[in-house]
C-alpha cells in the first residue's frame, strides 16, 4: 500500500465505520474536486496532513469523533498530503502540516495550525456552516 495513503484512508475508514449515512464525505485533494465545491457554496475542510505528523494524526482522532455527528453531513473535508502536493498546499499559503483550513464556498473562513483540541476543531468546521 502507498504509505502517503495512509492517513487519509484511515480516516476515511473511521468516518465510514463510525458514521451514519448523514456523515461528512471525506477525499482525496484534488483542484477540480476542491473547484466544484466551491462553486455550489459548500463548507469545505482543508485537510493538510502528513503521514509522520503525530500532530496530523491526534487531529485525525478529534476529526473522526465529528465528522459522522449530523451537523456536519454537508461539509466536504478534502485530505490533501504535505509531502506529495506541495503545488497544491503552497497555492493555500501552508507552511506545514497539520494545517486545518475551512471554507464557506470561495470564502475563507477560518484556518487552525497544529490545533488538536475538540473545540477548536468543532468551531473551525462550524464556521464552514455557517
Same mark, same amino acid.
Given at each position: 500500500?502507498?504509505?502517503?495513503?495512509?492517513?487519509?484512508?484511515?480516516?476515511? *475508514? *473511521?468516518?465510514?465505520?463510525?458514521?451514519?449515512?448523514? *456523515?461528512?464525505?471525506?477525499?482525496?485533494?484534488?483542484?477540480?474536486?476542491?473547484?466544484? *465545491? /466551491?462553486?455550489? =457554496?459548500?463548507?469545505?475542510?482543508?485537510?493538510? @496532513?502528513?503521514? #509522520?505528523?503525530?500532530?496530523?494524526?491526534? /487531529?485525525?482522532?478529534?476529526?473522526? /469523533?465529528?465528522?459522522? +455527528?449530523?451537523?456536519? +453531513?454537508?461539509?466536504?473535508?478534502? %485530505?490533501?498530503?504535505?509531502?506529495? /502536493?506541495?503545488?497544491? #498546499? %503552497?497555492?493555500? =499559503?501552508?507552511?506545514?502540516?497539520?494545517?486545518?483550513?475551512? @471554507?464557506?464556498? !470561495?470564502?475563507?473562513?477560518?484556518?487552525?495550525?497544529?490545533?488538536?483540541?475538540?473545540?477548536?476543531?468543532?468551531?473551525?468546521? !462550524?464556521? %464552514?456552516?455557517?
Amino acid at each position: 500500500m502507498n504509505p502517503n495513503l495512509v492517513a487519509p484512508i484511515a480516516l476515511v *475508514a *473511521a468516518v465510514a465505520t463510525l458514521a451514519p449515512v448523514h *456523515a461528512a464525505t471525506v477525499q482525496p485533494f484534488s483542484a477540480a474536486a476542491f473547484d466544484a *465545491a /466551491q462553486k455550489l =457554496g459548500r463548507p469545505i475542510l482543508v485537510d493538510v @496532513y502528513a503521514d #509522520w505528523c503525530p500532530v496530523c494524526r491526534a /487531529q485525525h482522532e478529534v476529526l473522526s /469523533q465529528l465528522l459522522p +455527528r449530523p451537523e456536519f +453531513r454537508n461539509l466536504t473535508v478534502f %485530505s490533501l498530503n504535505f509531502d506529495t /502536493q506541495k503545488d497544491a #498546499w %503552497s497555492k493555500f =499559503g501552508v507552511h506545514r502540516q497539520s494545517t486545518l483550513i475551512a @471554507y464557506r464556498g !470561495r470564502n475563507e473562513v477560518g484556518r487552525s495550525i497544529a490545533a488538536t483540541d475538540n473545540a477548536t476543531i468543532e468551531n473551525l468546521l !462550524r464556521a %464552514s456552516m455557517r
